[in-house]
């Protein structure tokens, strides 16, 4: 398997569903947590990222249209096969 780079506009297809997902924005979970409602402190120097996700397709609704994953959780579904990742052209 292909080393993949998710960037925005980047599209992901859950051949299951049929859904089709544009990469919107990536961003730190921990750094989005408002402090009161984190429970242990976080002083790590790394970012644990996700993606937030535009889904369209036959299950996506008003419910799950915006739906975010973590990077890693992306990445783990598209080597397994589960999601397929097609890259944004840069013009």
């Not at 780079?5 to 859950?14: A, C, E, N, R, Y």
């Amino acid at each position: 398997m292909e080393h993949v780079t998710l960037q925005p506009g980047g599209v992901i297809i859950d051949h299951e569903t049929g859904d089709v997902g544009l990469l919107v924005e990536r961003y730190d979970i921990i750094s989005h947590l408002p402090i009161t409602s984190r429970t242990v402190e976080y002083e790590g120097g790394d970012c644990i990222w996700a993606w937030e996700i535009f889904w369209s397709g036959p299950q996506a609704d008003k419910n799950n249209r915006y739906f975010p994953y973590t990077e890693v959780g992306l990445l783990n579904m598209i080597q397994a096969g589960t999601f397929e990742y097609i890259g944004a052209i840069e013009k």
